[in-house]
Each structure stands twice: as structure tokens, then as C-alpha cells.
């Protein structure tokens, strides 16, 4: 069984020598904890992963419901933890990054159906899951060219992206008007964030 010192070292080597302090050691003191709990009921980390899927299938189910927060919120944690259970157990594979990787995007693909169960134009809708999978698709691409460095930090990353959901979400509930103003706005700030992703492969590309 891993300790703390040694999942720390073999998360930070797994995301390029990443730093681990502030926010991060915060998140992997609890990736911890769950990895042990994990262990314990002997759930593995593709297990989590698709239960992830699950749940953001179900938050398109009941998009019109509070439900859907719950799953969301559930989605993202079995989501945030599936790779440092993986780390815990010793598990980390090329075919479970694969299935983590594309879960995400069909998970995605279900977070942005729930907003247009809730009225949000399909047009709108489609872009935005668009415009998240071609950066994550140019972040991928770079990596299968062997580029490792982390790249840049753009203000539409996927935690960003749920977060925005969550609150639109959350704006149906207390029926608080201009959610497709608020979409319209966030598709800008994605748009500039796949520009960023863009700028940077071209650096590294050249």
C-alpha cells in the first residue's frame, strides 16, 4: 500500500513534475483518502470512471430536476478521483487513461444536452460541447507528438466548464432569467481558450 509520500511523488511524475501545494495538495490529500476506501471495498478505478459516465447521463435525465445537480456534482468527483485510485492501486494503464479520456468527452456531450433540456438553444449547445472537444482533442494531439510539457492553462478548463454548468443549472431552479445570455458568454471564453490551445501547439510545433 502506497503512502501519502510515495502517491504524491508518482502523481507529480504522472502530470510532468507538477507541484504539489495549495489547491492540488488539498485534492490529493482527499484522492487519498478515497483511493484507501477504494482499495478497501476493492472498487477499481474504471469502475469509478464509468460510474462517472453514469451519473452525467443521468444529469441530462433529470436536467429539470434538483437530481441533476446531485448528479453533476457526483459526476465530476468519480471523475476527479478515477485516476489517483488508479495511482493508489497501481492500476495506471494506457487503456484506462484511453477510457478516461473519451468518457470525459461523452460525458460532456451529456452535461451540454442537459442545458438544452432545459432551453437552451441546440445550436448553442452543440458549439459549446464543440469548441471544449477541439481543445481537448489539440491537447491530445500534442501529447501523441510527444510534446510534455503541461501547456497552457486556459479559463475554460473542464472544472471550469462543469462549474459553469452547475450554475446554469442552478439559475433553471430559481428560475433566474438570461441562462442562454450566460451560455452565449461562456461559448466566448471557450473560444478564446481553444485559441490559446492553438497558440501554444503552434510554438511547440514549429
Known amino acids: 500500500m502506497l503512502t501519502k509520500e510515495e502517491f504524491n511523488h508518482r502523481w507529480s ?11 492540488v495538495a488539498g485534492w490529493l490529500k482527499i484522492s ?26 443521468m444529469t441530462a435525465l433529470t436536467a429539470t430536476s434538483w437530481w441533476a445537480i446531485f448528479f453533476l456534482v457526483f459526476s465530476l468527483f468519480c471523475d476527479g478521483i478515477d485516476g489517483s485510485v ?17 468518457v470525459d468527452r461523452i460525458s460532456e456531450a451529456f452535461w451540454l444536452y442537459a442545458l438544452y433540456v432545459i432551453g437552451v438553444p441546440a445550436w448553442l449547445a452543440i458549439t459549446l460541447w464543440s469548441v471544449a472537444a477541439f481543445q481537448e482533442y489539440a491537447r491530445a494531439k500534442l501529447g501523441s507528438l510527444n510534446i ?22 442552478i439559475m433553471y431552479q430559481l428560475s433566474i432569467p438570461g441562462i442562454v445570455f450566460v451560455c ?15 497558440r501554444f501547439a503552434r510554438s511547440q510545433l514549429r
Open 13 to 23: 511524475s504522472l502530470h510532468n513534475d507538477a507541484p504539489i501545494k495549495g489547491i
Open 32 to 57: 487519498y483518502r478515497f483511493g484507501l476506501i477504494s482499495t478497501l471495498l476493492r472498487i477499481s478505478p474504471n469502475v469509478l470512471t464509468i460510474l462517472g459516465l453514469v451519473s452525467a447521463a
Open 86 to 102: 488508479a495511482i493508489f492501486q497501481n492500476r495506471e494503464s494506457a487503456w484506462g487513461a484511453t477510457l478516461d479520456s473519451v
Open 148 to 169: 510534455k510539457q503541461l501547456g497552457v492553462v486556459t479559463p475554460a478548463e473542464r472544472p471550469v466548464r462543469a462549474s459553469f454548468l452547475f450554475i446554469t443549472l
Open 184 to 198: 452565449i458568454g461562456f461559448l466566448a471564453i471557450q473560444i478564446v481558450s481553444f485559441i490559446l490551445v492553438v
